[in-house]
């Protein structure tokens, strides 16, 4: 999606409706120092090494967050998000997810994503919101149905 979209649109969202963000994105000094190595086995290698602490991280951070906020956007569900949604359906973490791809990316005309990936966010009690600026409503609606004191973890593909 973008890293512009996510800093510039999503989270200022969710911070001006008083909702913490638990950004995987966010302190990316390891990665900087390994893109800025040339290609090469010593790049290889330090990806090998840096590749496990950020999946740890981003489950830590699923772990701790109250909800998901995950961005569809794509010819397919990134597969890290999708992997992220399953892995917060089984902690039982409510998901939302945003789409605001206009591409059609779904196994069959009655659905929005792959029917897994939908499947898990609506039946953790969450919704598929097409335009941004529907997520406070989203939000609510997810408080509602369940108790999301309101730190999101955020699914986005880079």
């Not at 397919?76 to 059609?104: H, N």
Request: glycine share 10%.
């Amino acid at each position: 999606m973008g890293g512009a979209f996510h800093k510039k649109r999503i989270i200022p969202l969710l911070r001006k409706h008083r909702h913490r963000t638990l950004d995987p994105w966010a302190d990316q000094g390891d990665v900087a120092a390994v893109l800025r190595l040339p290609f090469g086995v010593r790049r290889r290698d330090a990806w090998r090494k840096l590749n496990p602490k950020i999946g740890r991280k981003n489950q830590l951070l699923i772990d701790e967050c109250d909800a998901i906020l995950a961005v569809l956007d794509g010819t397919d569900v990134d597969s890290g998000t999708a992997a992220e949604i399953g892995y917060g359906f089984a902690r039982g973490k409510p998901i939302l997810g945003y789409r605001g791809d206009f591409r059609l990316c779904a196994d069959n005309e009655g659905g929005i994503v792959n029917l897994q990936v939908e499947y898990f966010i609506r039946a953790s009690g969450g919704d598929i919101i097409n335009k941004i600026e529907a997520l406070p409503t989203a939000i609510k609606k997810l408080t509602a149905r369940r108790s999301v004191p309101g730190s999101f973890s955020l699914a986005d593909p880079k």
